[in-house]
């Protein structure tokens, strides 16, 4: 059968009809609110680039931490700026590190209990060099040449996970894109006592030009080169597939991709190919343009948070990290 007896508008008529028929939706609490904490007491610091996010102190991160909560948003991603930066990213694994210090805090409130936190494993934030891996250098002065060394840093990746496990981090997310690290990481967290930890691994992350603003927010663009050595190319799709399936190989729990709306196509794939979670992360160059956009009455501001949202879900995304987290969720009740 076809037209004038099926006529697809019929389930377009109303809003109930639409609403009923509606193959994608959207919850607070598939929704994830990246936040970037500070040394400090009442920093409130806005990022230039990403307008409505600041760097935060701890006792300002939690007010966004009941916030969150009280939308009903699934939970935080934690970022940190370090009072200090050395060659090997110390700060990172620090016991009184700025993220560690953060988790315990959001662990001691117990009206929180419910709020995820998902702790971002990486050294970029706190390496002098702002590379996510340690760095060797061959040659002097101009002539000089960097390499990082991929096994030494998961070393420190894995370090890094159990500290930030041990300090209340319900889900470790090592962002570094090191071959390996979540081996490193697994047998790390097991050994000291974390087998129930489980690993968000950002296994197919790329060297995009969307984590701009990012930089900015969190202190943490290369002071030279850049991220191509070990992010992965724009071009390559087959070679994503391959990111995943190392990564289940390795005993990872779930995984995220990135950036979210130029890479949906990879989103799709995966979610066709493996069966466990995927989550995208909107990164903040897609956030920014956005905003961008509306700022100058360009586009609709709910309408298209909402649209953006959807299109990540329908791609194939169970959870999406996403700087919009809050202002998604009010639209969302
Ligand atoms: C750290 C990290 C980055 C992002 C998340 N974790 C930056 C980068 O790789 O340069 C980007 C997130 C965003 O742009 O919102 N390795």
Same mark, same amino acid.
């Given at each position: 059968?076809?037209?004038?007896?099926?006529?697809?508008?019929?389930?377009?008529?109303?809003?109930?009809?639409?609403?009923?028929?509606?193959?994608?939706?959207?919850?607070?609490?598939?929704?994830?609110?990246?936040?970037?904490?500070?040394?400090? !007491?009442?920093?409130?610091?806005?990022?230039?680039?990403?307008?409505?996010?600041?760097?935060?102190?701890?006792?300002?991160?939690?007010?966004?931490?009941?916030?969150?909560?009280?939308?009903?948003?699934?939970?935080?991603? #934690?970022?940190?700026?370090?009072?200090?930066?050395?060659?090997?990213?110390?700060?990172?694994?620090?016991?009184?590190?700025?993220?560690?210090?953060?988790?315990?805090?959001?662990?001691?409130?117990?009206?929180?209990?419910?709020?995820?936190?998902?702790?971002?494993?990486? #050294?970029?934030?706190?390496?002098?060099?702002?590379?996510?891996?340690?760095?060797?250098?061959?040659?002097?002065?101009?002539?000089?040449?960097?390499?990082?060394?991929? %096994?030494?840093?998961?070393?420190?990746?894995?370090?890094?996970?159990?500290?930030?496990?041990?300090?209340?981090?319900?889900?470790?997310?090592?962002?570094?894109?090191? %071959?390996?690290?979540?081996?490193? @990481?697994?047998?790390?967290?097991?050994?000291?006592?974390?087998? !129930?930890?489980?690993? #968000?691994?950002?296994?197919?992350? *790329?060297?995009?030009?969307?984590?701009?603003?990012?930089?900015?927010?969190?202190?943490?663009?290369?002071?030279?080169?850049?991220?191509?050595? *070990?992010?992965?190319?724009?071009?390559?799709?087959?070679?994503?597939?391959?990111?995943?399936?190392?990564?289940?190989?390795?005993?990872?729990?779930?995984?995220?991709?990135?950036? &979210?709306?130029? *890479?949906?196509? @990879?989103?799709?794939?995966?979610?066709?190919?493996?069966?466990?979670?995927?989550?995208?992360?909107?990164?903040?160059? !897609?956030?920014?343009?956005?905003?961008?956009?509306?700022?100058?009455?360009?586009?609709?501001?709910?309408?298209? @948070?909402?649209?953006?949202?959807?299109?990540?879900?329908?791609?194939? &995304?169970?959870?999406?990290?996403?700087?919009?987290?809050?202002?998604?969720?009010?639209?969302?009740?």
């Amino acid at each position: 059968m076809a037209y004038p007896q099926v006529r697809l508008r019929r389930l377009r008529r109303t809003e109930s009809l639409r609403s009923l028929v509606r193959e994608t939706r959207l919850h607070p609490e598939s929704l994830i609110y990246p936040l970037f904490l500070v040394p400090g !007491e009442g920093i409130r610091k806005p990022i230039p680039s990403m307008p409505g996010c600041f760097n935060l102190s701890i006792d300002e991160a939690l007010k966004e931490a009941h916030e969150c909560r009280s939308l009903g948003i699934g939970g935080l991603l #934690l970022f940190g700026l370090p009072a200090e930066k050395d060659e090997q990213g110390s700060g990172a694994w620090a016991d009184d590190g700025i993220v560690q210090t953060g988790l315990r805090a959001i662990k001691a409130d117990a009206r929180l209990c419910d709020l995820l936190t998902i702790a971002d494993v990486c #050294l970029c934030e706190y390496t002098s060099h702002g590379h996510c891996g340690l760095i060797q250098r061959t040659g002097e002065g101009a002539s000089a040449t960097y390499t990082i060394q991929n %096994d030494a840093s998961c070393e420190l990746l894995a370090k890094t996970a159990v500290s930030l496990a041990r300090a209340g981090a319900d889900i470790v997310a090592p962002s570094d894109m090191m %071959d390996g690290r979540v081996a490193a @990481i697994r047998a790390s967290l097991d050994q000291s006592g974390m087998a !129930e930890t489980p690993i #968000l691994s950002y296994a197919a992350k *790329y060297a995009s030009a969307f984590y701009g603003p990012f930089r900015e927010a969190a202190d943490s663009a290369p002071q030279f080169g850049d991220r191509r050595s *070990y992010q992965m190319d724009g071009a390559n799709r087959r070679e994503a597939m391959r990111e995943i399936e190392l990564d289940l190989q390795e005993g990872v729990d779930m995984i995220l991709l990135k950036p &979210a709306m130029s *890479y949906l196509d @990879i989103l799709r794939e995966a979610r066709d190919r493996f069966d466990l979670p995927i989550g995208a992360y909107q990164v903040s160059g !897609e956030f920014s343009m956005l905003v961008a956009a509306f700022e100058r009455g360009w586009l609709e501001r709910h309408r298209t @948070i909402l649209e953006s949202l959807l299109s990540i879900r329908r791609a194939g &995304a169970d959870f999406i990290v996403t700087y919009f987290a809050k202002e998604a969720a009010a639209l969302m009740r």
